[in-house]
């Protein structure tokens, strides 16, 4: 039985106690997948894994506080699932969680920089385990997984479901880098280089907050303080400077808590690289706290607690 | 809203490097300023009633004080501004003395600094709103910590001014160190002769509970309402039936560990009252060295004990208690001289610290008052003291002087004298430092009458010839190099903050100094105050001090602490951290970091979770209103958006220089 089809029959199993179940579907085309929710039976025939399914579904899960659901994770994900838990912004009891053992997402950026224009509608995809092979307009291209393989996967540390009622497939490795080149070359600049990069970057910003809507930690959605006037942090002047107070924000308010599930960048119609932004914050994170976000169940956020000392912050030279 | 702006001189203190009538000037360019004007002393008589006068004649409803910082005098404008008829958190401080003034040199760089400073005040006043204090009753109780002889002292003033006392010695008995001393400066009269009545009054009084072998575990609450929790450690006696009869401590057949209370002198029982004199004189097992609490047989002392009390299953105790106010009164511990290699690092046996020479000459000491050096128990015939051992020295991040060392140094040159009437005492000194009553009469007694030769000098190594130790130093007055052999040598060293002192602080939200001693609310006005309300401080664990000033210290802090709980309601801060309900989305994560414990989750009318914060407990430290990610908790009185109006009041945004 193929990995798809045991996460059928296990969805199927559990469906009748559940709300519902949240996972993928193909999209508008074969290349584009959507979250898909599952309430009956039928439902499941859609369903769709792989590399497509890019979607982190545990963005959803506050929004279903309450009534109990099931959700279909990759490793990464499960991250954010653990987050949550660990915040207590969702119940265990009320989830039933499909774990994957994932191997890698694609982006769809990297795609459309692989392909000589733009690709618009795709008729077929072809997913084997070394590429896609994309027809497009009667022409096929053959897209090779490492190069349209998402930044996340690269590094990726965990790509096996960390909480699960149900894990599927077989225990994938860890990737052995867990540094990418794009983050080094960025770190790399000079200050005056980061803020040219910047001002650039940001003006960019239309200030659509998809990203702070894809994202799964930011569960204050209408009562955000980007949008607030009292108290005004940031005003709607759509200058860098206001643009990247917000996003200077958005990372602030992920510190110690971001999975690096890659979605606020994934979801930014304008390109900008805000993962250059987290990764950085969580390595700030990872040294002083010795915390990484999601990969234990019994942590609690370094900054979700009271201590008069940190014990790895001495800040009277004791 | 009519904002009025007062430029105070300081008399020369501001003035003299800020030009006041300039600053007064560009005050009244700012939004809502109606009134601005400069004044040789604000807070004086005549500068209170200017402010008074003004809010009335101008129709004022806030007020700008430039002058000092508001840890001086923001309660004295509050209460004029109040008197004024306004509510007293109208009024805005902002520091151009501290912050300016003192600081600066230029007068036209602090005059632009001191105009914004002001800008920053007025545009946070503009957002002020008036805030009303609650009030709230507190237990009459109090917790004094620490029964060293300020301690004692605090107990004492405490229990007869009607208040109940829970006094917790971490040793065994309380006395501190005073009770270690023989005779003191500079009468020379007994220490224990005169400690020792005060200690009895401890275990008698009526009011006073007393816990020792106990440390103060953790601390809640807030002033007038702390919540103590007291671990008393197993002593495995049962104190309750315990009689001190010492008749466990004479059989007990494990002696080999070192006697604490005898500074290392000798060794004591496992089982065991550390002085004769001690309170409460109880037994107590050191389960590190008892051989039924480390191989499971022996029970000597059990078998012996008349009335049954000795309980090897003993474990630590809990206790909680509630109280009104805590007086810490820790005490200081001795510098490690061993840092020092010109002092042999331990090498000696005859190189001791004054503290060991002090339980060398005490009667109730291990050799019975008579002075035997450690290594062979010969009497010493020459005895080298040197004093600054640990204090005034930054090699050992010790820059600070210890006060009491030069007096007790000449104490023990006399009593060295008296004992063996034909020995001579060497000091070696920096300075002499003997400021207070009949203090530096005394040290030239020591000098005059009994002929004790001090020498200004360091010491730069001591090492051993024969059975004698050669001290060499220098001799500056005489601007030549020295070396007197001598039988004892004896280490004048410096006191440090009390081990535990600094863990001891963060439960109290008492902050410490950077050598640990405990920092007082202002140097001169409130020295025995500490930044948080309902915790005072007392005798050296504020800095080194002599038995006179921490007595003193102690009484001072019982006379805050009466003055305290006197007062049959205290009013609260309502400079507290409130929840907006409608933006609030119940994560819950102000209750994770509230260190006080001041924000409950409730749920509003339709089920939803809320976070809520208890006005009394909250101390105002902001925590949660950082932690809010989308800004539903507000501190008032200190706003995000009075933060950031003082900040867009210093670099104003580009969208706002626009349009202005």
């Known amino acids: 039985m193929s990995q798809l089809d045991t996460l059928k029959s296990a969805i199927k199993d559990r469906l009748g106690e559940l709300e519902c179940v949240i996972g993928w579907e193909q999209g508008y085309d074969p290349l584009h997948a959507t979250p898909l929710f599952i309430r009956t039976e039928a439902d499941l025939d859609r369903l769709i894994i792989g590399p497509l399914a890019v979607h982190n579904l545990a963005t959803y899960l506050t929004a279903y506080k309450g009534k109990k659901i099931g959700v279909v994770v990759k490793g990464c994900d499960s991250r954010s699932v653990i987050e949550l838990l660990n915040e207590n912004l969702i119940s265990r009891d009320d989830l039933v969680i499909f774990g994957l053992c994932c191997d890698g997402v694609v982006s769809q950026r990297k795609i459309r920089a692989a392909l000589p224009a733009d690709p618009g509608f795709v008729e077929a995809v072809d997913i084997s385990a070394n590429g896609l092979k994309i027809t497009v307009a009667g022409q096929t291209a053959m897209l090779n997984m490492t190069d349209i393989l998402a930044d996340k996967c690269r590094t990726c540390q965990h790509p096996n479901a960390l909480i699960s009622d149900v894990l599927i497939g077989e225990n994938r490795q860890s990737a052995s880098s867990t540094s990418l080149a794009c983050q080094e070359e960025f770190e790399a600049k000079s200050d005056a280089e980061k803020f040219a990069f910047w001002q650039e970057t940001m003006s960019r910003c239309i200030r659509c907050y998809a990203c702070r809507n894809a994202c799964p930690m930011c569960v204050c959605r209408d009562y955000c303080i980007a949008t607030s006037r009292d108290p005004l942090w940031v005003s709607q002047d759509n200058s860098p400077a206001e643009n990247f107070m917000f996003q200077m924000i958005h990372v602030s308010h992920l510190a110690g808590r971001c999975t690096e599930c890659g979605e606020c960048e994934r979801a930014c119609p304008v390109d900008i690289p805000l993962m250059l932004l987290r990764r950085f914050m969580n390595k700030q994170v990872q040294d002083v706290f010795e915390h990484q976000a999601g990969t234990d169940l019994e942590q609690t956020p370094p900054l979700l607690t009271f201590k008069v000392e940190e014990e790895r912050i001495n800040e009277r030279g004791w | 809203m009519r904002i009025g702006v007062f ?469 500056t007055l005489a601007g030549t190099q020295v070396e007197v052999p001598a039988d004892l040598v004896v280490l004048a060293v410096g006191a440090e903050s009390a081990r535990g002192a600094v863990q001891l602080g963060e439960k109290l939200r008492v902050a410490p100094d950077q050598y640990g001693f405990f920092v007082e609310s202002h140097p001169k006005l409130k020295p025995v105050e500490t930044n948080t309300a309902g915790v005072f401080l007392a005798g050296a664990c504020q800095g080194p001090k002599d038995i006179p000033a921490s007595v003193g210290q102690g009484s001072a802090a019982a006379s805050k602490v009466l003055g305290l709980l006197s007062k049959k309601e205290l009013e609260s801060d ?80 580009k969208m706002f220089a626009n349009f202005e």
């Open chain 2, 574 to 653: 309502p400079a507290v951290s409130r929840v907006n309900p409608g933006r609030c989305v119940g994560c819950g994560k102000c209750v994770q970091t509230c260190p006080f414990g001041a924000i409950k989750m409730i749920e509003d009318r339709f089920g939803n979770p809320k976070a809520e914060v208890i006005d009394t407990v909250c101390q105002g430290c902001g925590i949660c209103t950082v932690t809010c990610p989308q800004g539903a908790i507000q501190l008032e009185h200190f706003t995000d958006n009075q933060i950031l109006a003082e900040v867009n009041a210093l670099c104003p945004p």
């Open chain 2, 7 to 475: 430029i105070c001189h300081c008399g020369s203190n501001i003035a003299g490097t800020v030009d006041c009538p300039s600053v007064a000037a560009t005050a009244l360019t700012y939004p809502d300023v109606v009134f601005s004007t400069d004044t040789m002393y604000a807070c004086s008589e005549p500068g209170q009633d200017a402010i008074i006068q003004a809010v009335k004649e101008k129709n004022l409803d806030g007020v700008v004080v430039a002058s000092c910082t508001p840890r001086m005098h923001e309660q004295t404008f509050r209460r004029a501004v109040e008197r004024a008829g306004l509510n007293r958190y109208m009024f805005e401080m902002a520091n151009i003395r501290e912050h300016v003034s003192w600081i600066g040199k230029t007068k036209d760089l602090n005059t632009n600094k001191a105009a914004e400073l002001v800008r920053m005040a007025v545009e946070k006043l503009r957002r002020n709103r008036p805030l009303f204090a609650k009030r709230f009753e507190t237990v009459k109780r109090v917790l004094v910590i620490g029964g060293g002889v300020a301690g004692i002292q605090a107990a004492l003033d405490c229990a007869d001014g009607g208040q109940e006392v829970v006094l917790v010695e971490r040793e065994q008995s309380i006395g501190g160190k005073m009770a270690k001393l023989d005779k003191t400066f500079p009468t020379v009269d007994c220490s224990s002769c005169v400690l020792g009545p005060k200690m009895v009054d401890i275990a008698q009084h009526p009011n006073i509970t007393l816990y020792t072998c106990s440390e103060v575990e953790s601390v809640g609450g807030y002033v007038g309402n702390f919540q103590v929790t007291i671990r008393k450690k197993a002593t495995y006696v049962d104190w309750s039936k315990c009689t001190g009869c010492g008749l466990c401590v004479e059989k007990c057949p494990s002696r080999k560990h070192p006697d604490t209370f005898n500074e290392g002198l000798c060794t004591a029982p496992s089982i065991n009252i550390p002085f004769p004199q001690a309170i409460p004189k109880k037994a107590a097992i050191n389960a590190a060295s008892c051989i039924m609490l480390t191989k499971g047989k022996c029970g000597v002392c059990a078998k012996v004990c008349p009335v049954k009390c000795i309980d090897f299953e003993q474990k630590d105790e809990l206790v909680t208690v509630d109280v009104g106010a805590v007086v810490v009164a820790t005490g200081y511990d001795l510098f490690d001289w061993h840092k020092y290699p010109q002092y042999g690092e331990g090498r000696y046996k005859d190189v001791i610290t004054s503290m060991q020479y002090e339980r060398l000459l005490s009667a109730s000491g291990p050799t019975g008052g008579h002075i035997k050096r450690p290594s062979d128990g010969k009497e010493p015939k020459n005895v080298v003291f040197i004093q600054c051992v640990g204090s005034r020295d930054r090699s050992v991040n010790r820059p600070y002087c210890s006060g009491f060392c030069c007096m007790y140094t000449a104490k023990q040159a006399i009593l060295t004298k008296d004992h063996v009437p034909d020995s001579q005492s060497f000091v070696f000194y920096m300075d002499i430092r003997s400021p207070g009553k009949m203090y530096d009469e005394f040290t030239r007694r020591a000098m005059e009458e009994y002929g004790a030769q001090y020498v200004r000098g360091r010491v730069s190594m001591i090492y051993p010839q024969d059975d004698k130790l050669i001290v060499r130093g220098a001799d």
